[in-house]
């Protein structure tokens, strides 16, 4: 393992971090609010520390990353951006203690969208742009855009990339990961820069289209407002936010054969398929069990079931309605979509729709093979075979994300947390959704949570960012043997 190499790279990554505060602090200069200081303060630290790393750093060169340097860099990165990001909401006086901004920190790059803010339209401007710009750097990741833009890392990307892009199978639209990682930005950035056109013509002003914009894209769900996406009362927003959310958990890969004039790449794909199907039949399902019961009228009752059924299938996490008051039925199947999460290659968290679709179509597997012991039976996607060490991942990872899942609950509940609450912080947390059910509900948030409590909440948001396996495995000691 290089480490002076690794901290180089992490020293880059926290330098841009640094720079990247300019924007929120123009908003601050523009508003004249109380996060000017603060943000100066932050960018100073950060760009000194990032310079300081990478000038002590920056002889050690290398030819090719290897996959145990890639998973390090990663895990160790967004540590690092978590731990820097904070400085602008622990400087601005937003938190008491410097672990809740941490945690809000975190949660914006890893697009979870959990807050300890108990008062979100009392924050400085500049300070909740920031909140809303770290979880559009983290939707498409901060170390794919550095592939895209530092090219001494074009050669042995690939280790960065597959460790950081949530995806079982990552996409690699060029022969180039560095064209590949580029494209995949800028295919991110023309779709936020088209939800931002429409909420304007419905007349959100620009720092609000912006905001709720870079936490769309993302599927990240922090807003400006208190009541989240519920403030403005608008069908048309609703609209709007529903359709981005899709855009936002489908395949990136796919958005990007159809602005090259292939149509019909969206209905191809077979994830696809399944994940716009699946939604389409819980949005049935959610808004006939709360037609009659909640609200009078089927018009409601679709504009609101459908809102958080793609909100939290998708993993944003923005809420329209507390469905905590909805019946339970509805409740139990918002609670089971925190798992199964958007398509891979997207921005969204979960299990992944893929990974889901593999599952099933192994377990149909083995029971034909019950009934036809002798039949050679393979399991395909999309009309083709999917390899053996796939299906071994993906199978791998599954189990993993239960464990950790019913692990991590039995630590938050052993803090004194009541059983709802302890589930579906944990589900909520390690499937980057944010809202989740009791005292973390989408009326509620997670100041309440014991302090050792947060910290595990911290931990399952970079497992499930991460996927799991490029954070539990720095746990494993063979990791760190020669």
């Known amino acids: ?165 949530p995806s079982p199978v990552p996409d690699k639209l060029k022969p180039r990961i560095r064209d590949t990682a580029m494209i995949l930005w800028k295919v991110y950035a023309l779709i936020s820069l088209a939800e931002v056109i429409l909420l304007m013509i419905g007349g959100m002003d ?95 009752a679709l504009r609101f079931g459908a809102f958080q059924v793609v909100s939290i299938v998708t993993t944003t996490g923005y809420a329209t309605a507390d469905y905590e008051l909805w019946p339970v039925m509805s409740q139990l199947i918002l609670l089971l979509c925190m798992f199964l999460g958007a398509s891979a290659g997207s921005t969204g968290g979960g299990m992944k729709c893929l990974r889901v679709m593999l599952y099933l179509k192994y377990c149909y597997k083995e029971l034909f093979l019950l009934i036809h012991p002798r039949a050679v039976k393979y399991i395909k996607i999309g009309g083709k075979p999917v390899p053996e060490d796939v299906v071994r991942s993906v199978l791998g990872f599954m189990g993993l994300y239960i464990g950790l899942f019913a692990f991590s609950s039995v630590l938050i509940a052993s803090m004194g947390v009541d059983f709802i609450t302890s589930i579906a912080a944990v589900a909520a947390t390690i499937g980057n959704i944010g809202p989740g059910l009791g005292m973390v509900g989408p009326g509620d948030n997670y100041a309440q949570i014991p302090y050792l409590g947060k910290w595990v909440l911290i931990w399952c948001m970079l497992l499930g960012r991460l996927e799991i396996y490029t954070v539990i495995i720095l746990l494993v000691p063979e990791f760190w043997r020669k």
């Open 206 to 300: 620009l720092y609000n289209a912006l905001c709720h914009s870079f936490t769309t894209m993302p599927t990240g769900g922090f807003s400006t407002k208190n009541a989240s996406i519920a403030h403005f009362d608008s069908v048309y927003f609703d609209t709007v936010i529903i359709f981005f959310m899709l855009m936002a958990g489908i395949n990136f890969s796919l958005h990007y054969q159809f602005l090259r004039g292939k149509p019909l790449a969206f209905w191809r794909d077979s994830e696809c398929r399944f994940f716009l199907g699946a939604i389409l039949v819980l949005i049935v399902i959610v808004t006939f069990n709360i037609y009659g019961t909640v609200y009078e009228t089927i018009g409601s």
């Open 1 to 165: 393992m290089r480490w002076r190499f690794i901290l180089n790279i992490v020293g880059i990554l926290i330098l841009f971090l640094g720079i990247s505060m300019i924007f929120p602090l123009f908003f601050g200069f523009y508003y004249k609010d109380q996060s000017v200081i603060p943000l100066l303060k932050s960018m100073g630290i950060t760009i000194a520390a990032g310079f300081l790393l990478n000038r002590c750093f920056r002889k050690q060169r290398v030819d090719l990353i290897s996959h145990r340097e890639g998973m390090a860099i990663v895990a160790i990165g967004w540590t690092a951006v978590g731990l820097f990001g904070a400085l602008p909401f622990y400087l601005g006086a937003e938190f008491s203690t410097f672990l809740d901004a941490f945690f809000e920190s975190v949660s914006g790059f890893t697009t979870t969208g959990s807050s300890i803010l108990t008062n979100i339209e009392a924050v400085s401007k500049g300070i909740l742009f920031w909140r809303s710009f770290i979880q559009w750097l983290g939707g498409m990741g901060i170390i794919v855009l550095s592939v895209a833009i530092l090219p001494f890392l074009g050669v042995g990307g690939m280790q960065l990339y597959k460790a950081e892009v």
